[in-house]
């Protein structure tokens, strides 16, 4: 097995104070590698950067349709949100459209990352509930999925339809069996694929446009709605919020836990898989950055893009001292 | 240079979902290694753990005895706490004995960790001052000093006196001329040491009690005040507290940024500096329960030792979905 590499810096004054390590692969839409670091076929657990695979059977079962989902709430179904007002009012009225309320989900409370519906809750002595769970829109995805297919409550067992249908997604579009699963920390099964897998799979989604199946028009539709809707997808000052903006609706991207990021770029029909093998996410999201700047699509100079590539690290005074930086093998190409 | 080695492993379910490598030295009182990992010359900044040998001029020079500083402030000095009432109290009390208040510190304010704490200034719509900030007690040795030495207020100025008598002190217990330094997150200068250095100097605090100069003596005076109060030097919920009162004042220990871990063992004359390369908490905290248990000072089943050598992995259900366990090499003795 090759060993990951070096992928990201902290420097602080003259001294390299830590140091994070990684795989990450850059696939074409035939699924060949066009450029690799560390082992591709590293196993990993994709969390929530997998999410727009997650939501591919809520359209192929005709359950979008049906329930006439805008692309606001399938850019919902595809985000780790922070909690916000703009995310939860969207993920209430969804609910209510089902019928349902917050003890349908099976997400878990969570306190948001939002500062201001954070302090809300704090300023009001109310508990996190678990609509602020940064994954309650693809929960309510779930549960539309569920409820079109008359299927029962318990819909992250891992035999429930509901999984049963994304397992079937998720080994089509990485054109891999997932060997193993583990659960997630909204409690939703995340199967398990190689790093190569899952660029695949967001290679196939890049190069959707090419083809008129129905799981590649599904596909088209989820990429569409990540970036027309960057400020649902995650959230003010976020990664993922940044980058899109700042690529203007031509490269979706997604974090994950234990820092796993993915790019679909449909210009250049190409998929993007990052993972920091110490799960720093400081460390994916240099990465991808960077990766992303390297291939043409992400303007360096960016705002966002300068406070991934080298995030200055402030101390309590707002000065900084000291920063992070991509490994010279990310930059090498 | 020697690689770092495997240190701490993230499990879920069948997979190794994340691995954090490190570098860890067992030193004796004579300075020599015991055990190492990894590499015992790695240059490393010590951040907070070696807030014990930055407070040794504070005894040296005559101020703590002249000024009457009791253990508990000598604790406070050697602590990143969490700023909740018992430190916060505690701090602002030494404050108006030095005659100062909260603009005379330069450490910058910081949100508590302390949830009660955190939530009264939310709840009050208050800003959180530089008392609150988890190396206020440091600072609060250092104006001590500064006052004591008729120095001036730029305290935190590589040339100012303070900060003279702190490398000087550095230097002597590390036993290295330390090549450099980086600003701390509290604005202090770090001085750069190798992992060895660092050891080296837990050790010399370890067997201060073998010696009567002024500096032993100081060692000794801090070593105590640390194990007298655990819940001064860090806080409710935190590895260094929970450690500390679990090896029942036999061992200091002390935590610090980018996941340096040291220990003091008096009864071995021993002294242990953890790094961890990727600057993980979770992990370093593994590693120096897991190098502790296996010297025999700490109860492996003791609830604060599973909780940092097996941490669990809880979903938003409060459902166990993964675990850390150190590596086999940290295990292997």
């Known amino acids: ?16 104070e830590s140091r994070h390590l ?26 929530s950067s997998c ?3 997650q939501a591919l059977p809520l359209i192929t079962s005709g359950a979008a349709a049906k ?53 809300a809750l704090i300023r009001g002595y109310e ?41 079937e997604a998720f080994e089509e579009v990485t054109g891999e069996a997932s060997p193993g699963y583990g659960i997630d920390g909204c409690s939703a099964p995340n199967f398990q694929t190689t790093l190569h897998g899952l660029a695949r799979a967001m290679a196939w989604f890049a190069s ?24 649902l997808v995650a959230g003010e000052g976020r990664a993922c919020t940044e980058l899109m903006r ?18 679909i770029i449909p210009e250049k029909r190409m998929g993007i898989a990052v993972k920091i093998a110490d799960g720093a996410t400081r460390a994916s999201e240099c990465a991808i950055a960077t ?9 360096p100079d960016h705002p966002a893009t300068v406070r991934r590539i080298t995030a200055p690290q402030l101390n309590r005074r707002d000065v900084e001292v000291g920063q992070i930086r991509p490994a010279a093998a990310l930059l090498s190409r």
């Open 291 to 299: 990766i992303l700047s390297g291939l043409g699509v992400l303007d």
């Open 208 to 231: 959707a446009g090419d083809r008129s199946d129905r799981q590649s028009m599904a596909a088209q539709q989820l990429t569409a709605a990540m970036v027309a809707h960057p400020d």
């Open 22 to 47: 990684g795989h990450a692969v850059i696939c074409d839409d035939s699924g060949q590698i066009v450029q690799a670091w560390g082992d591709p076929e590293a196993l990993i657990y994709p969390r």
């Open 67 to 119: 329930y006439g989902l805008t692309s606001e709430r399938l850019a919902l179904a595809c985000a780790s949100h922070n909690g916000a007002e703009i995310h939860t009012s969207r993920v209430r009225a969804w609910l209510q459209d089902l019928g349902m309320g917050d003890s349908d989900f099976r997400c878990g409370p969570q306190m948001p990352d939002d500062r201001d519906a954070r302090y």
């Open 127 to 167: 508990a996190p509930c678990q609509y602020h769970n940064n994954c309650s829109g693809k929960h309510c995805g779930f549960l539309t999925l569920a409820q079109h297919m008359g299927a029962g409550p318990e819909y992250v067992e891992i035999d429930h339809p509901v999984q049963r249908a994304v397992r």
């Open 51 to 53: 999410k727009m695979i």
């Open 1 to 16: 097995m090759t060993q990951p590499v070096p992928m990201a810096e902290l420097w602080r004054a003259d001294l390299l």
């Open 246 to 263: 700042a690529m203007e609706g031509r490269v979706a991207v997604k974090t994950g836990a234990e820092a796993v990021f993915v790019a």
